[in-house]
């Protein structure tokens, strides 16, 4: 699997096109053969958060974005589930109102970026300002046109000063869609999750990927690379997203802030 990691990193110099990427794909990986690494993953990603946290002065923001049904919030269940709850704050975007209304499209966001010393997950993200918003054409596109730019330059001054940022784009097949989405139809345990807005966004599926490749092209930097996962088989994807996410914050070289006083010389009854 190690070296499946580099194949799922969008490349920074390559147009990619999603037709080329199998959504099904397990890199030779079975699901036999994932459990035992996806609990190792989970396990050192509960350390790491510890040194994460103990260090104080960098955070961790992991951005998750996907079609509908493509697994965000199983992803935050599963991979998450090990991490301290106390260092680790999720944040769901949905359609923007009242005063994030009134203010610029990066303003809700930027205020949910993590603290130093902490993981903030964004379950969807400002990327919906170029996808939703563009295939539906909520604005015009003189104006998301020039977001990726802007896109570009808000995540390099978070990454400038002490973020992490490592994105994710959950890719399934619409098939694999549709399959889920029958699921929450007849499954009443998944009834609550069925809306019928879904089935029309459906129709929109080839303008999203259209709409996902230019991010996908624009967006992606060494300060905050793009990995589409397929996410087809959930248990690839867990397992993807926690590898990454466990060589992310190795990569950061992360140590023990100094204590405050030299503790050699500290002695009490
Ligand atoms: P989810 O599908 O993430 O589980 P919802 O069913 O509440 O949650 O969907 C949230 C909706 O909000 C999505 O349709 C998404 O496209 C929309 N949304 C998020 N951000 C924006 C935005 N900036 N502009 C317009 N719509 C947005």
């Given at each position: 699997?190690?070296?499946?990691?580099?194949?799922l990193?969008?490349?920074?110099?390559k147009?990619?096109?999603l037709?080329?990427?199998?959504?099904?794909?397990?890199?030779?990986?079975t699901r036999?053969?994932?459990?035992?690494?996806?609990?190792?993953?989970?396990?050192?990603?509960s350390v790491?958060?510890?040194?994460?946290?103990?260090?104080?002065?960098?955070?961790?923001?992991?951005?998750l974005?996907?079609?509908?049904?493509?697994?965000k919030?199983?992803?935050i269940?599963?991979?998450?589930?090990?991490l301290?709850p106390?260092?680790?704050?999720?944040?769901?975007?949905?359609?923007?109102?009242?005063?994030?209304k009134?203010?610029?499209y990066?303003?809700?966001?930027?205020k949910?970026?993590?603290e130093?010393?902490?993981?903030?997950?964004?379950n969807r993200?400002?990327?919906?300002?170029v996808?939703?918003?563009?295939?539906?054409?909520?604005?015009p596109?003189?104006?998301?046109?020039e977001r990726?730019?802007?896109?570009?330059?808000?995540?390099?001054?978070?990454?400038?000063?002490?973020?992490?940022?490592?994105?994710?784009?959950?890719y399934i097949?619409?098939?694999?869609?549709?399959?889920?989405?029958?699921?929450?139809?007849?499954d009443?345990?998944k009834?609550?999750?069925?809306?019928?807005d879904d089935?029309?966004?459906?129709?929109y599926w080839?303008?999203?990927?259209?709409?996902?490749?230019?991010?996908l092209?624009?967006c992606?930097?060494?300060?905050a690379?793009w990995?589409?996962?397929?996410?087809?088989h959930k248990?690839?994807?867990?397992?993807?997203?926690?590898?990454i996410?466990v060589e992310?914050?190795?990569?950061m070289?992360?140590q023990?802030?100094k204590p405050s006083?030299?503790?050699?010389?500290?002695?009490?009854e």
């Open positions: 699997m190690n070296h499946a990691i580099d194949e990193k969008v490349p920074l110099d147009e990619i096109k037709r080329d990427v199998d959504p099904a794909g397990t890199h030779g990986v036999e053969n994932a459990a035992d690494p996806l609990m190792k993953h989970l396990k050192r990603l790491l958060q510890y040194l994460l946290y103990a260090e104080g002065r960098r955070s961790l923001l992991v951005v974005q996907g079609i509908d049904a493509a697994g919030d199983g992803t269940r599963r991979v998450m589930s090990g301290n106390q260092g680790v704050g999720v944040t769901a975007f949905k359609v923007p109102e009242g005063e994030e009134r203010h610029d990066l303003w809700r966001i930027h949910a970026v993590p130093h010393g902490q993981i903030g997950i964004f993200s400002h990327y919906e300002d996808l939703v918003v563009r295939v539906h054409d909520l604005v596109k003189s104006v998301w046109s990726y730019r802007q896109i570009n330059h808000f995540e390099n001054m978070l990454s400038e000063n002490g973020a992490t940022i490592v994105k994710f784009f959950l097949s619409k098939e694999e869609q549709a399959q889920r989405f029958r699921k929450r139809l007849e009443k345990r009834n609550w999750k069925f809306s019928p089935l029309k966004e459906r129709e080839d303008s999203y990927i259209e709409a996902y490749e230019d991010v092209r624009k992606n930097h060494d300060y690379p990995y589409v996962i397929p996410a087809n248990w690839f994807r867990n397992l993807a997203v926690a590898q996410l992310t914050l190795e990569g070289k992360l023990y802030s006083a030299d503790v050699s010389q500290i002695r009490f």
